[in-house]
């Protein structure tokens, strides 16, 4: 018999990708107690080394993504100048593993769940009592109790085992006023990919295909073709399965996919049509990366029409900007170009109430699989957005439990407290400004002004201000300092100028914004640290004549620091020191509360 082991929580996380990450570090940093479950032996999901697909958001219009998603991407920006894919697995391990409160399963498949039936609050007939996980390292079943769940494994796994309610394929255009090109409503979804990578070397290299390798001509590639040289080359096309079964056939349509990834590399080596002599295989995807499959049913289902509309939700909790970007169900066989790509009014508005269960009690969702028709998600989808949804939902988990409440009791009843946390973590509503404290805006302040205490903390054209007017320059070593009568100070919220839009960076736009490489060409550099962000600064409280060191911080690679000071003040004052590489220090905020 298998060992079998028990462990208790507060919230269980299934999935490890990106938001499954941002939905245990958000809950564990508010002090939940979180068990991640991960199926693979590494995190990352689609943005693994076993996958490879780029990480996509609201960035690609100019809005990116701050938060979890925005620290993980500075913190390998600082440890991994060469975009080595070994490097970007352990940074994504790294933000895990140092969060005391998370207790993480890798190799561990989620195959059963025991619930319970009954009547709970707010109309819901189903709740979780554990979970079964094997783990296939030692062999051995882990039972996971919790208080909550949250189910970001992409595939909705929770779903079939629970009972949950979800829908699976495309809504017909009438149902909901979609631009689909579903007439009647179907099981279709976009594909998988199975990508490759190549790497130019000194030396020419050749290449044997397998014996199962497709056989492809210049016929083949009609709208989808090859270019080794470009940074924007990732293969996305080579993609099936949307017009069979996205979870049950997956091993076949895997099969479907060597072939063809193996065809690809055949036909850019050996076909004659590309300078490809001194290139080599550098990866062979036997995961396949998904698109689509289960999409759970929440409180509000967000339609296309909410998007293209850009219609703002009150319980905004996150935001999006991806194009409404649709493969076609046949994938690489479909004639012409693969996808749709209708732009969208970014950044758009994402509501708390599609990530929570319709009839499940305590069960939360993020990513993929939240809930959505299936033109909603062809924008939702993508991972920088993604981790976004899963930064709301370990926030609202963390009230939940603060709270003893339900899923649905916090849209009732702690809107603004949830929307708080997510604004002093990082996190952008494009609705909303962050509240600043009345001790903070009526205190006296030298050496800067109101730019850095009005609650603004990124240039954004709903503020009005689209462009680096709206970010103060600080001279290093100078100071800017708050004087105001002796009060209890909890907080210090400061946000540098990372340079969201990556332009002090080297590279074409993908080069400067995406985290890994494709493609790896001789002629690419190392990258470096965005030059505008505040390297090094000292953070000073004053009461009376005594002054204390709040923080000397020597090496900062954040976007933003909320920290917690919880002392009697008379006086705070902000003195940068360096930054990495620009004159002076970009100061987009520094408040207090």
Aim: glycine share 8%.
């Amino acid at each position: 018999m298998l060992d079998r082991r028990s462990l208790d929580c507060d919230l269980c996380v299934v999935g490890g990708g990106l938001a499954g990450i941002c939905t245990a570090v958000s809950a564990a940093r508010e002090g939940v107690r979180v068990v991640l479950m991960q199926e693979r032996p590494m995190l990352g999901g689609n943005a693994s080394s076993e996958i490879r697909m780029w990480i996509s958001g609201a960035h690609a219009s100019n809005n990116r993504e701050t938060g979890i998603i925005e620290e993980i991407a500075l913190e390998n920006l600082y440890r991994n100048p060469t975009k080595s894919y070994a490097v970007w697995d352990s940074i994504l391990y790294d933000f895990v593993h140092r969060e005391k409160n998370i207790t993480l399963l890798l190799n561990t498949t989620c195959l059963d769940a025991e619930t319970e039936e009954g009547v709970f609050p707010h109309g819901r007939t189903i709740r979780i009592r554990r979970i079964t996980g094997y783990q296939m390292t030692t062999q051995r079943y882990i039972d996971v109790s919790a208080v909550f769940f949250a189910d970001c494994s992409g595939d909705s796994i929770l779903a079939p085992l629970c009972g949950a309610a979800f829908r699976f394929g495309r809504e017909a255009a009438s149902e909901f006023g979609e631009d689909s090109s579903a007439l009647v409503p179907d099981r279709k979804t976009m594909g998988m990919s199975c990508l490759i990578q190549g790497r130019e070397t000194t030396e020419e290299v050749p290449y044997l295909p397998p014996s199962f390798s497709a056989h492809l001509t210049e016929k083949d590639f009609e709208d989808r073709e090859p270019d080794i040289y470009n940074d924007d080359e990732n293969y996305w096309y080579l993609e099936l399965g949307g017009n069979k079964d996205s979870i049950a056939d997956t091993e076949e349509v895997r099969d479907e996919l060597l072939s063809l990834a193996c065809g690809t590399w055949d036909y850019i080596k050996n076909s004659g049509n590309f300078r490809s002599e001194n290139w080599d295989l550098d990866f062979l995807g036997f995961l396949p990366g998904k698109r689509e499959s289960r999409r759970m049913c929440g409180e509000y289902m967000i339609t296309q029409r909410d998007i293209s509309d850009g219609r703002v939700f009150p319980d905004e909790i996150a935001f999006g900007g991806w194009p409404l970007d649709d493969h076609f169900p046949d994938g690489f066989y479909h004639r012409g170009v693969p996808n749709t790509d209708i732009r969208t009014p970014a950044p758009y508005s994402i509501p708390y109430r599609a990530l929570y269960s319709a009839n499940v009690d305590n069960l939360f969702f993020a990513g993929r699989n939240i809930s959505m028709t299936h033109m909603a998600m062809s924008s939702i989808r993508v991972m920088a957005t993604c981790a976004l949804l899963g930064q709301a939902v370990g926030c609202a988990a963390a009230l939940a439990l603060k709270h003893g409440c339900r899923p649905h009791d916090v849209y009732l009843s702690h809107m603004e407290e949830l929307q708080m946390l997510l604004l002093w973590g990082d996190s952008f509503l494009p609705s909303m400004r962050r509240p600043v404290s009345p001790l903070c805006t009526e205190a006296v302040l030298t050496g800067a002004d109101d730019r850095i205490r009005n609650g603004e903390d990124r240039p954004h054209r709903l503020y009005g201000t689209t462009d680096e007017t709206a970010i103060l320059h600080i001279p290093c070593g100078s100071a800017v300092t708050y004087r105001f009568p002796k009060s209890f100070v909890h907080y210090v919220h400061l946000v540098f100028d990372s340079d969201l839009d990556r332009l002090t960076l080297h590279g074409s736009t993908t080069e400067r914004t995406q985290p890994t490489r494709s493609n790896r060409r001789l002629d690419m550099v190392k990258q470096h640290m965005p030059t505008t962000l505040c390297r090094a600064f000292r953070l000073i409280g004053r009461c009376g004549n005594t002054e204390i060191e709040l923080l000397s911080a020597k090496d900062n690679h954040l976007h933003c620091r909320h920290i917690t000071i919880n002392a009697e003040l008379d006086g705070l004052v902000f003195i940068p020191q360096s930054t990495w590489g620009d004159p002076d220090v970009r100061l987009i905020s520094f408040d207090f509360g």
